[in-house]
Nanobody, 123 residues
Framework: QVQLLESGGGLVQAGGSLRLSCAASGRTVSNYAMGWFRQAPGKEREFVAA???????HYADFVKGRFAISRDNAKNTVYLQMNTLNLEDTAVYYC?????????????????WGQGTQVTVSS
């Protein structure tokens, strides 16, 4: 079993930045793909970014150029650097792990999920 714990969320003004962290425990996730998803109030969960076991990255169109996903396998941790945040980025952000190692935008391929961290962007 893999446990995922997100941190780094909070309240930020529009235009600001946050860095989310997702620490994995239970087993090493270096061979897993890791993804970030988000869910805003009243909306469905949506894909944000993913990084494969080979460090290939994928992004949703709405975050390209603003967000960056990375991983530190030595720390068993994945990060999401979020810049130029806007009001539409307000959501609960979830970390997920895919044993297959490739990951993608489909939430159903991910095997483990964290509890989420709230990101609120204010004007």
């Amino acid at each position: 079993q893999v446990q995922l714990l997100e941190s780094g969320g909070g309240l930020v003004q529009a235009g600001g930045s946050l860095r989310l962290s997702c620490a994995a425990s239970g087993r090493t996730v270096s061979n897993y793909a890791m993804g970030w998803f988000r869910q805003a109030p009243g909306k469905e969960r949506e894909f944000v970014a993913a990084i494969t076991r080979y460090q290939l990255t994928h992004y949703a169109d709405f975050v390209k150029g603003r967000f960056a996903i990375s991983r530190d396998n030595a720390k068993n941790t994945v990060y999401l650097q979020m810049n130029t945040l806007n009001l539409e980025d307000t959501a609960v952000y979830y970390c997920a792990a895919d044993r297959g190692g490739w990951g993608n935008s489909d939430a159903s391929v991910y095997d483990y999920w964290g509890q989420g961290t709230q990101v609120t962007v204010s004007s």
